[in-house]
């Protein structure tokens, strides 16, 4: 068990915040099934838990890596979503984690600017700079369950600042840096999370809301969605390697920015039936990425080393 534990990596923290999103996504079919990915979610958190306690010098070195100390910014994530899952139990306990999650998030985004994006060298710029600055905007969803809208707007509108920027950015990166090295070619699929994230948090706590403003964002985000798709069809033939977890949040966040687009377009006058078979596609999608992606970092700890 311990050295299953010890082969926990960072970016376990994404397959964990996939599998959480991924129970919102299907709420509407069942509650019964958002309980069971909840569930499969806690259950990664008690692995990464436990190779905090057990090894926290690991985790250490990690975070002096760019891609594994800005991946972890998918824990603090992860946490906002997993508190709104307790919070029908433990209301009280679920606002504390859901506003240390936040701060955790927060601390991040202090370290991480200070530690790499001041000292930037464009090589180890990587799509995962999303998950750093564009991630907080996760509080900006969550925030209507602890009616916390002031805050859920703030978080969306830092994380759609940072969108802008970051895509200049990481895109730059990406045309005039080459060489990306195989371990790190997945995580270009993060492209589908940013916009998407910024749809989901601008429906869920800004007000009032513009119907063209919400149509541009989701323009972008199903652009950056296809063009997700495309990297990750690809490299879905690769080796396995723990980036695979960008194969999960990135999609389910897109998956949901599409359901709440429809449901935001028609309170606001503007029906969009036809987003319905494009809602129905990108969820199915998102199940079979999350549930492949879930398997293999399990075949991937309980594998014997040789």
Known sequence: MKEMIKKVPVPLCGVMLGT???????????????????????????????????????????MKNPIMASVAGTGSMALMILSTYAKPWIAQAAYGIWLFAILLHLILIVYFTVTFLCKLQMPKVF?????????????????????????GAAAFWFGFVSLILLLILVTYRYVTVKEVPDPAKPLICIYA????????GYVQSVTPKSFGFLMALFVLATVLYLFALVKAVGYLKMPFYPSYAAFTFPFVISAI??????????????????????????????????????????????????
Do not use: W
Request: aromatic share 10%.
């Open 20 to 62: 959480a999103a991924l129970g919102n996504l299907l709420q509407s079919y069942s509650e019964g099934i958002r309980q069971v990915c909840g569930l499969f979610a806690a259950l990664l958190l008690i692995l990464i838990l436990a190779k905090l306690i057990c090894f926290p010098q690991m985790i250490r070195e990690d």
């Open 127 to 151: 799509a995962s700079y999303y998950i750093v600055y564009v991630g907080i905007a996760v509080a900006a969803i969550t925030a209507p369950a602890y009616e916390q809208t002031a805050i």
């Open 193 to 200: 999370a940013p916009a998407s994230l910024c749809v989901a």
């Open 257 to 306: 920015a599409a359901k709440q687009t429809m449901a935001c377009a028609a309170k606001l006058g503007h029906p969009l039936p036809a987003l319905s078979g494009l809602v129905f596609v990108e969820t199915v999608i998102a199940v079979v990425l999350v549930v492949y992606t879930y398997i293999r970092f399990m075949m991937f700890l309980t594998a014997k080393n040789k």
